[in-house]
């Protein structure tokens, strides 16, 4: 079990069941690295409240590693968080005192369910045989230096339209989803945090529900319009 806590942002998370394998020719400084890295149970958690349904991760990369450089570059590596599967490229350096990302990411299936597995408590033993319909897209990128001290700048947008999702066995489903959502930080103290989601909308046998929500300032100064 790893425990993790800042207690500048009030961001923690608890991990489990963590494994990593690879295989590469480390006789040599430059070399290709074939690397699988799995989370069983991630929990990540804002201010002690549940930020998503519990995590399952999954990494199955193709690294270029340069020793040299202590630089890991990542071409077409798939990220499995849940349901949701990313394609990811970029690079990853290591330094003294901190990691510089340069990652971009995007989805390689567009599918509804992959949005509802990390929603709370939604992604259980019988999810894989819920029936879903729909269209759904992730894209976003991580730039920059993560340190002790610093945060690297990244935008995280997702979007999902005309949505539908059902549970075996259960008589309601849930339809009409829809949501337009924005993650974003431009500060190296994660002061500039911003979420925003002009509109989503859902709908539960005949009762149907919508809004929207702005937030900013998230770790000093919260403000919140909904």
Known sequence: ILNYTDNSTGYSFTSKE???SGKGDFTKNIFDLDTE??????VPRINNAQAFSTLTLKLDSDLKVDLNQSKYELEDALLSVNDLQ?????SILSTDNSTVLDLVFTTFENDIKSF???LPNMYKG???????SGDFKVNGFIKGELSDKNYPNFKFEMNANKGSFKYPGLSSA???????V???NTSRDLSNLKIDIPNYNFKVDEYFLEGKLNADNLISNPRFDV
């Open 18 to 20: 963590v494994n990593h």
């Open 37 to 42: 890295t799995s989370i069983g149970h991630l």
């Open 86 to 90: 990313l394609k990811t490229n970029g």
């Open 116 to 118: 509802v597995s990390l």
């Open 126 to 132: 019988d999810f894989e045989s819920a029936q879903a």
């Open 174 to 180: 849930i339809t009409d989803i829809l949501a337009n």
């Open 182 to 184: 924005k993650i974003e």
